[in-house]
Nanobody, 122 residues
Framework: VQLQASGGGLVQAGGSLRLSCAAS????????MGWFRQAPGKEREFVAA????????DYADSVNGRFTISRDNAKNTVYLQMNSLKPEDTAVYYC????????????????WGRGTEVTVSS
């Protein structure tokens, strides 16, 4: 599975962005997907994850209620809708895939895409 994230940019606090992660390969629909982020000088952290079917999701406490992960298996794409953005959401966002259930641990994801940068100004 090859992944490519897009949709990042500069937004004011309180604004919204939608990230997309396009996957290549026939096995996308059998993989759980996750979004992670990494701010300068910090470790990569979990943001959200979704099962292969889309019937279950998980969120970090810091984004719960503001971000929504979804997927369209017909388009081989997973999305991250980010609302009510805060300056502390500033980071490079990565999408990742794993062949079993969802996880909030980066080390459990085998496939990673290049990140897309999100900057939230105050």
């Amino acid at each position: 599975v090859q992944l490519q994230a897009s949709g990042g940019g500069l937004v004011q606090a309180g604004g919204s962005l939608r990230l997309s992660c396009a996957a290549s390969g026939r096995s996308f629909s059998t993989h759980a997907m996750g979004w992670f982020r990494q701010a300068p000088g910090k470790e990569r952290e979990f943001v959200a994850a979704i099962t292969y079917s889309g019937d279950s999701t998980d969120y970090a406490d810091s984004v719960n209620g503001r971000f929504t992960i979804s997927r369209d298996n017909a388009k081989n794409t997973v999305y991250l809708q980010m609302n009510s953005l805060k300056p502390e959401d500033t980071a490079v966002y990565y999408c990742a895939a794993r062949s079993t259930g969802i996880s909030n641990r980066p080390v459990r994801y085998l496939y990673w895409g290049r990140g897309t940068e999100v900057t939230v100004s105050s």
